[in-house]
């Protein structure tokens, strides 16, 4: 069963007994990449790690071009 399947069934099961339909597939997707990149930067904070640039300084030293 597919998840709009399964989206739909549980629509229709919510609307059979008079309860608020589900949210659909992907309706908070944004909010949940927010909240864990938020949620990685508070960790990193909490560790005594730079919260950003991380990632572009590890490459930074490894691309650079060696005489």
Same mark, same amino acid.
């Given at each position: 069963?597919?998840?709009?399947?399964?989206?739909?069934?549980?629509?229709?099961? $919510?609307?059979?007994?008079?309860?608020? %339909?589900?949210?659909?597939?992907? $309706?908070?997707?944004?909010?949940?990449?927010?909240?864990?990149?938020?949620?990685?930067?508070?960790? %990193?904070?909490?560790?005594?790690?730079?919260?950003?640039?991380?990632?572009?300084?590890?490459?930074?030293?490894?691309?650079?071009?060696?005489?």
């Amino acid at each position: 069963m597919s998840i709009t399947q399964q989206y739909l069934l549980d629509t229709y099961r $919510a609307q059979q007994h008079g309860e608020p %339909a589900p949210p659909a597939p992907g $309706a908070h997707d944004r909010q949940v990449v927010r909240e864990w990149r938020d949620y990685r930067l508070f960790r %990193a904070v909490l560790a005594e790690r730079p919260a950003r640039g991380r990632l572009r300084h590890l490459l930074g030293g490894r691309l650079r071009p060696r005489h």
